[in-house]
């Protein structure tokens, strides 16, 4: 693998980003920035933090990136059920989105597992 890029919890996550930020542009004018700026900033916080920790070059601190990216994606869904409370987002809106992120977390999950399979068998990192 050349780059992160080409890691499927990173393309999931770059999906669900693009998502969310097509429906931050719906959000009402006084949501600007409350809802609409923290959704935007933690679901950019995920592929974000994938794309350091694939850079660190080392399994521990890439696994400690993507828990944080993990942490931003709960994050992002607590903003997405907000914004269904709030009635901004349709409940089919919300399935769809919330239907992607568990995907991508999913996904995350195991990226994090293999990576600590990778450091406990002493697999070196490129």
């Known amino acids: 693998m050349n780059t992160f890029e080409e890691l499927e919890c990173y393309k999931l996550a770059r999906q669900l980003r693009k998502e969310v930020s ?3 542009k719906t959000l009402p004018r006084e949501e600007e920035y409350r809802l609409k ?14 794309a350091e920790g694939y850079g660190r070059h080392h399994h521990q601190e890439n696994i400690q990136f993507c ?17 269904l409370d709030d009635e901004y987002l349709a409940e089919e809106e919300y399935a769809l989105l ?16 293999y990576l600590k399979r990778c450091a406990s068998d002493g697999v070196p990192k490129e």
């Open 22 to 24: 097509k429906f931050c």
């Open 37 to 50: 700026d923290q959704t935007i900033r933690s679901s950019r916080s995920v592929t974000a933090n994938i």
């Open 67 to 83: 828990r944080i990216a993990r942490g931003s994606l709960t994050e992002t869904l607590d903003h997405l059920i907000v914004a």
């Open 98 to 113: 919330r239907a992607l992120l568990e995907n991508a977390w999913k996904v995350l999950n195991g990226y994090i597992s």
